[in-house]
Each structure stands twice: as C-alpha cells, then as structure tokens.
C-alpha cells in the first residue's frame, strides 16, 4: 500500500475510534476482538523478529571493536535522552505543581503493584538473563531474548564458513517476517480503529473520560506537556543536528509506527512497524535499525521515565511531602532506571513505579489515584518511547558511518 494512504488511514482509524468510543460508550466493546486480533497478529511476530534482528544487527555490524563502539553510543543516546526526558518531568511538575491542590482519596495499593514491593535495581540486573529461554519467549521477557541472541550472532561471527551460512539463514527469516509486517499493516486502520474504540468504550466513554481527567487534570496536562517537549523540541533538535535530517519528514515516515503505539500502547507490539518505518520509509541502515530498535523497545523509554519522576512527584505534592534538591536527585536516577526495567507493554510503568517511589520513601497507595487515566497516559508515553528509538536508530546509523567507518578502527 502506498505509505501516504496508509497514513491518512490509520489517522483516520484513530479519529474515528475516538469519535465512536466517546459517544457509544461500552457498546464498542463489541469490536475489542477486532483490535486483539491486530495485536496478536503483530505479537506473534515480535520473539522471531527480536531473535533474527539481534543476531543480523550485530553480525552486520562487523568486527568486536565496532560492535563496543555502536553498542556504547547506542547505550549513550538511551541514557542521555532518558536522563533529559526526566529532567524535563522535575522541571515540568515543578513548576506547575498539579499535586497542590488535591487531597490523596485513594488509601490502597492497587493491585497490579500490589506485592510488587521488593522490585530493586538487582531484581532490574537479574531480568537480563533466564534460566529458560522457551519460558522467555511464552511471556514476552524480552531482556533475556535480547542477550541471548546478541552473544549468540556474536559468537556466530567467530565460527567462519558455517558460521556465516547460520546468520544468512537468520537473515531470511528477519527478511520474511518483515515481509509478514507488511501484509499485517493492510489490517492495521481497522485495527487500530478497535483498539481505541473499544478501550475509550470500556472506559465509559467520552462524558467519564472527561469527569476522570477533571479530577486529576492539571496532573494529565503536566504529562503530556513535559512529553510534547521532549517529542517535539528535544529529539527534532537532535536528529537535526547529529544526522541533519528533516524531523518533520522522519516523523511524517514514521506515523504509521507512532499511531500503532498509540492505540496498542506497548513498544514492543509496535516494533515490527517501527523498523518497518525506519528501514523501509526512512532509510535508515539496515543494520542499526535490527541493532537500535529492538533494543529501544526494550531498554530505551524516555516517556515511561518521564512520566514515572511527574507521577512520583505528584504523589508528594498531593501528601504535602517536600522534595528537595537531593530527594529530586534520587527520583531522576531511580525513574531512568525503572525506565530501563519497565517492558514494552502496557502499564508497565505503574509497576516500576514502585522503585522509585520507594527510594523516596513515598507510600505505594498514591498509585492509586493515577490509575484511571493510566490507560490515556500509557498511550501518550508510548508514543514518545518508540519516537525515541526512532531518533536513536537514525542519530546510531549516521555516527556508526560518520565516525566509526570513516574514521578507522581507532
Ligand atoms: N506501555 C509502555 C511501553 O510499552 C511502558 C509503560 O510506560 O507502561 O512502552
């Protein structure tokens, strides 16, 4: 399908998702399967695209030292725009303090963090392996997917001929499944259009969507402004000063990845369209695009991040407890790393959250009075976490051949 079309479809897809959510309410639930089976469809491809992408990405990536170099201005760009992300958050909810003036009315932990106390950074640093990979793939661990097929192209490199003859085999498979990707996106106006309808529905509708946003508004608004600036000032300013190209366009190419993260709400249901509009739309390399986005996917989340430090805050400001420079500090470290735990799925952040509203000794039960509008914000994170990888494949792309090729192996 031609790309232009395909945009104006899914545009129109999520219009009218909206339109027929707000005003017919639950009865949209009638059409949730229709979503799931878009979901599921692309779900289904993500663990061979994870799988066959790490394993082509890295071995086209070429020798030990290239792949150190890529992998650390990859990690680099991840932490430093993460850092930014939250940075913008403290300076957003802070200034505009949407806790002030509201009383905590909730006084239990929800259930979805609820025994989740004991996550720390060491349970973040075991998620990186697991003792069954089949496991892995049946829950969508991707962390452990994602080491195990990097060592093992890696290893594949060392291995000469028939070495060589696995990774081309692998290099079909990626081929293929973005072939699926493909024919998957003809559904996907529909199917974003019944995500959006039938979640907008269960939620009651356009009238409580309204009274639920009234009574924690200022907080939603704190969120996706600090969000819209780090989209639209922080990473356009980077992508056009790293690799000189036209955010507007790289954006316009990557609509189609950016309204399916809005209406799936997980960055990794999103991934096949993401490298399909990186590599396909935008050109960029082939091998930092297998390399960049499934690990973005994963570890990179500059909405999640940014959301968790306002979420947190705002707690605070809601019990009347002081933040200071140093309390600020330990929110900023704790929020990239529950950023970089979080998985790509949706509501993921509220359960990080527990991390850092821990490290700051701010009671669980605050979590609560986020939670009916979560599923509003997680589409409005997602968003910004999958254009962030974008912008991380193309900022990779352009420094692994600017610096790493041309400059030598030094
Ligand atoms: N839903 C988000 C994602 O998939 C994670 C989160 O913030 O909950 O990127």
């Known amino acids: 399908m031609n790309n232009n079309r395909l945009l104006y479809l899914m545009i129109a897809g999520i219009l009218l998702g909206i339109l027929c959510g707000w005003v017919f309410g639950k009865t949209m639930e009638s059409v949730s399967w229709l979503g799931e089976m878009f979901l599921d469809s692309l779900k289904m491809l993500v663990v061979p695209l994870i799988i066959s992408s790490m394993i082509v990405g890295i071995s086209g990536l070429g020798d030990i030292r290239k792949v150190g170099k890529t992998g650390l201005i990859t990690l680099t760009y991840f932490m430093a725009t993460t850092g930014i ?3 913008i958050g403290l300076l957003m ?3 505009l303090e949407p806790g002030a003036t509201i009383e905590i009315t909730q006084d239990k932990i929800p259930t979805n963090v609820a025994g989740k106390e004991a996550i720390g950074i060491t349970d973040i640093l075991k998620s990186f392996v697991s003792p069954n990979l089949i496991h892995s793939m049946a829950h969508m661990e991707i962390l452990p997917l994602i080491v195990f097929s990097l060592v093992f192209g890696a290893v594949l490199t060392t291995l000469g001929e028939p070495g060589k003859q696995a990774i081309a085999f692998f290099d079909t498979v990626n081929t293929a499944i973005m072939k699926m990707v493909h024919l998957i996106m003809y559904f996907a106006p529909i199917g974003v259009f019944a995500l959006i309808a039938s979640k907008l529905g269960a939620a009651g509708g356009g009238e409580l969507f309204l009274n639920e946003l009234a009574k924690i508004g200022k907080y939603a608004w704190t969120v996706i402004l600090a969000l ?4 639209v000032l922080v990473l356009p300013v980077i992508l056009y000063f790293v690799t000189g190209r036209n955010p507007l366009v790289y ?9 399916t993260s809005f209406s799936t709400a997980s960055s990794s249901a999103t991934l096949p369209v993401t490298i399909e509009c990186a590599e396909k ?3 960029v390399s082939r091998k930092a695009s297998l390399f960049v986005l499934p690990l ?5 989340m500059n909405g999640t991040a940014l959301y968790e430090a306002v979420a947190v805050m705002f707690i605070a400001q809601m019990l009347g407890v002081e933040m200071g420079f140093a309390e600020q500090m330990i929110v900023l470290v704790t929020a990239t790393l529950a950023g970089i735990g979080a998985a790509g799925i949706p509501e993921a952040g509220l359960v990080t959250m527990v991390m850092v ?12 009075m986020l939670l009916s509008i979560d599923w509003f914000l997680d589409r409005c994170r997602t968003t910004l976490n999958v254009w962030g990888d974008s912008v991380g494949a193309a900022v990779v792309d352009t420094i692994e051949k600017k610096w790493i090729e041309k400059g030598g192996n030094d």
């Open 281 to 283: 739309n935008n050109q």
């Open 251 to 259: 954006f316009k190419n990557l609509a189609p990845a950016l309204t």
């Open 93 to 95: 909810v802070n200034l």
């Open 85 to 87: 992300a939250v940075g």
């Open 228 to 231: 819209l600036v780090h989209g």
């Open 296 to 300: 973005g996917a994963t570890v990179n």
């Open 357 to 368: 509203l821990q490290a700051v000794g701010l009671p669980l039960e605050g979590i609560g």
